[in-house]
């Protein structure tokens, strides 16, 4: 009886090391510090930091209807989130000066969250066409949790170059 019972736990035991994964690490903490962009929702229980990774971009085109560019983010924090607000900051990264274009306030649903998952929406208007940007995902007290570059791709205004003068 003894046999094999003990049989059976080393039996399971074994099964046990094939099941899970040797030296994988959570996506948390395989991407810490890292800001992962898509022009698609990012899955909230992904498989790996490689599926992620796979589905992650760094150029954006134009949509031709609304012209604007929508953003999936996924940020794996470098810390825990201190509060339940963040900012998500947009700087224009083309130039030798890096200049701040868009701030937009966000809410996770509870504090010391180390993964947030956010959508944002640029236009042309806020951001211009055809250039580099960084954008940062930082704490209420500025401080940066993590960070990623993109370019935006789309079509400039177009001007025929003619200019009518009315008199008044």
Known sequence: MKKVYLFRISLA?????????????SPPAALRGHVLLSDKR???????????????????????????????????????????????????????????LVTQDQFADARGRETLFAEITLEPRQVGVNKQLLIHVEDTGAKILGSAQLKIIGESPKFSGKVEFKEE
């Not at 035991?13 to 690490?25: K, Q, R």
């Not at 607000?85 to 700087?91: A, D, G, L, P």
Request: avoid cysteine.
């Open 13 to 25: 035991l074994a099964s046990l090391l094939f099941i899970l994964p040797s030296g994988a690490e």
């Open 42 to 100: 990012f899955p909230v229980a992904a498989a790996s930091p490689a599926a992620l990774r796979k589905q992650s971009k760094t150029s954006f085109i134009q949509d031709k209807q609304t012209k604007n560019w929508k953003i999936y983010i996924a940020a794996f924090l470098r810390a825990p989130l201190a509060g339940n607000e963040y900012k998500i900051k947009v700087y224009d990264d083309s130039g030798k000066a890096r200049s701040l």
